[in-house]
């Protein structure tokens, strides 16, 4: 068990954690899982306010592999929401490509008249959609222009999902 600094990192109430426990509670299963057995156990920890110097002392190991795992757990961590985002981009069967050129503020009305057309409802207002366009396309999309081309994908629920599409 490691202490837990409810507290935030300088410190708190310490309350014990047993990293096997808490792994169980929240259904990991390394056979299904991008993670490593050692990386959710890292990333268990640091999400609890652990240090790495303590997990390092708790897993035998020294405090730069503790960051290295919880680094590459991560990217992986990353990727597998990558790979998620690509995959319902692809499946969703409302899929508008943007064209580098095209101004932000066009957007909403394709993705609605698309919509309209799969009989599909968009849970979001023009400037919401708008926002949530130029914060997931990364920098294809700056101010009020789309410098690169993006995918959005509207799945059968309204989510939307937005992905460079080069």
Do not use: W
């Not at 609605?112 to 979001?124: I, L, S, T």
Request: with cysteine.
């Amino acid at each position: 068990m490691v202490p837990e600094r409810s507290g935030g990192v300088d410190g708190g109430d310490d309350e014990a954690i047993d990293v096997a426990e808490l792994l169980d509670r929240a259904g990991f299963d390394a056979a299904r899982s991008v993670l490593t057995r050692r990386q959710a156990e890292v990333l268990a920890l640091r999400e609890r306010n652990v240090r790495q110097a303590d997990i390092a002392e708790l897993l035998g190991t020294s405090r730069a592999n503790v960051s290295s795992v919880e680094s590459s757990a991560r990217d992986n961590v990353e990727k597998a929401r990558e790979t998620v985002a690509f995959a319902e981009a692809l499946s969703a069967p409302v899929r508008i490509e943007i064209a580098a050129g095209t101004d932000l503020y066009d957007v909403p009305d394709r993705v609605y008249d698309a919509c309209d057309d799969a009989e599909v409802k968009v849970n979001h207002t023009a400037p919401d959609l708008m926002k949530l366009v130029s914060d997931d396309a990364g920098g294809a999309v700056q101010g009020r222009e789309v410098v690169a081309p993006i995918l959005i994908g509207i799945t059968s629920t309204g989510a939307v999902r937005v992905r460079r599409s080069e």
